[in-house]
Structure formats: C-alpha cells, structure tokens
Nanobody, 114 residues
C-alpha cells in the first residue's frame, strides 16, 4: 500500500493550498480516508475525514475553511485549504483506515508565514 501526498508549500496568511493524496495497492473505496497534521512539539491530530460514502468530519478549528473530497474512481483524496492561518503550519499526512488496517503517507509540509 502506498499513500503519496502532494501540494504542500509556503503560503501567506489568508492564502490557499490544495493537498492531494494518491493511493495504490488497496481497494480505495473500502477505506475511510483522513488528513492528519502534526505541528512541531504537538501531537498528531485529525483534521478531516471522509467515509466511503462521502460523509465528512472536520476538527472545529478548520470548519468553514477546509474541504475534504475523494474520487474513488481515481483513488485520490484532496484537501482544499482556504483562509490559512499561522496555526495551520504543520506536516499533513494522508491516512487510510478500515477495521484494523491503517496506512499512512509520508507527509507534506504546509507552512503559513508572512
């Protein structure tokens, strides 16, 4: 199983980024997909998740600013991040989960700085 994130980078406060996760080696449509992030000195936290059927959940701090989506035909998941804030700076990880199965990507850095 491989999960490969892309789209991270440096952005000014108020800007936007779109992260993508390309999955291979698994039946993508059977997995709950999620975006996690980990800032320096902090625990990894769940940012957004999307079920096999498209139901979404967000941590309160990103509601109204981030949108998670998936394309089961292309085995991809995206995270559209708008109105970025300094506190969104972190390494963002793609995750796939199903029962006891859990897979992680290598992470992509998002830095919000002026």
């Amino acid at each position: 199983v491989q999960l490969v994130e892309s789209g991270g980078g440096l952005v000014q406060p108020g800007g936007s980024l779109r992260l993508s996760c390309a999955a291979s080696g698994l039946t993508f449509g059977n997995y709950i997909m999620g975006w996690y992030r980990q800032a320096p000195g902090k625990q990894r936290e769940l940012v957004a998740s999307i079920s096999m059927y498209g139901s979404t959940n967000y941590v309160n701090s990103v509601k109204g600013r981030f949108t998670v989506s998936r394309d089961n035909a292309k085995n991809t998941m995206s995270l559209q991040m708008n109105s970025l804030k300094f506190e969104d700076t972190a390494v963002y990880y793609c995750h796939a989960g199903r029962y006891l199965q859990s897979y992680w990507g290598q992470g992509t850095q998002v830095t919000v700085s002026s």
